[in-house]
């Protein structure tokens, strides 16, 4: 609702240019003008995390990035400034909370000393950027420490919840390790033990607790290698093969702690998720054996 707002307001202010009041200029030199103005009083200092919504456009109103792409708030620490001459973090620091404004800031300054990196192809040397912003909200870093803390421990929770009905749903007696990994043996492998050090070809499906398959080195056709202890792959993963042997056969359940965590991985693995590698170990080269081929 609160994106919505923004964009509606942004549209009306393109639409009635004649009614637009001018630009004005912070005592930095940065040029705002405000598109809403909230009666909240509230200012930020330096540290604290602002959430904020906002899109960047260059001097052809070409829009360079946009929040509301991003399916997550976007919060972030207030900076001292960055630079002199209007900083974006001046114009954060003259917002208040239910503020929509617009700032106009030089591209080379922005990008060479707000992010620390080149100004982009297609940005012209010189031009400004206009950044339009809208001020959610105001925390202290402390606060956003423990509400990200409450969170991470709800979501924890409801993985350890879903992981134990899973368990129980499908009769599985065998206890986890200390750890938390499951290792299910489904078939004892008769070759060499995988050790760590050594180059392991292996088959694979990975799945969620729901049953859908995220990856299969068998759909591919395709052995996957890796060498033992090289921390390539996850450390549940690691963990289950050195319990292997050539020819075996397992399953491992492997929770968050020991996959891909609290940040999961990209948009295959949402984080605080509990996945089953189905795993085959086809072959184990000792590490003297292939390091001298």
Excluded at 39 to 49: A, Y
Excluded at 233 to 255: D, N, W, Y
Aim: charged share 25%; with cysteine; net charge neutral.
């Amino acid at each position: 609702m609160v994106r919505q707002v923004l964009y509606i307001l942004l549209v009306i202010l393109l639409t009635n240019c004649d009614n637009k009041p001018k630009f004005k200029t912070t005592g930095s030199g940065l040029k705002y003008r405000y598109i809403e103005r909230s009666k909240d009083n509230t200012v930020s200092k330096i540290g604290d995390v602002l959430t904020v919504q906002w899109q960047i456009a260059d001097n052809k109103d070409s829009v360079l990035y946009d929040t509301k792409n991003i399916p997550v708030a976007i919060k972030m620490e207030l900076k001292p400034s960055s630079h002199k001459g209007g900083s974006i973090e001046d114009g954060f620091a003259i917002m208040h909370p239910g503020d929509s404004v617009i700032f106009v800031l030089p591209a080379d300054s922005f990008y060479t000393h707000t992010r620390k990196t080149h100004i982009p192809q297609g940005v012209e040397p010189g031009s400004n950027l206009t950044f339009y912003v809208r001020l959610v909200k105001i925390q202290q870093k402390k606060d956003v420490e423990d509400e990200w803390k409450a969170n991470e421990k709800r979501r924890k929770k409801r993985e350890f919840d879903r992981l134990e009905a899973f368990v129980k749903t499908n009769n599985i007696a065998i206890k986890p390790e200390n750890n938390g990994l499951y290792f299910i043996e489904n078939k004892a492998g008769t070759g060499n033990k995988a050790m760590y050090g050594d180059l392991v070809f292996i088959h694979y499906t990975g799945s969620f607790i729901n049953g859908d398959v995220f990856d299969s080195s068998i759909e591919r056709d395709e052995l996957f290698e890796f060498r033992l202890g090289s921390k390539d792959v996850i450390p549940g993963l690691e963990e289950g093969i050195t319990r292997m042997s050539e020819g075996g056969k397992a399953q491992l359940i492997i929770p968050s702690s020991l996959a891909y965590g609290q940040h999961g991985y990209g948009e295959i693995i949402p984080p605080f998720t509990t996945i089953i590698f189905d795993v085959e170990l086809v072959e184990v080269r000792e590490y003297t054996k292939f390091t001298t081929e």
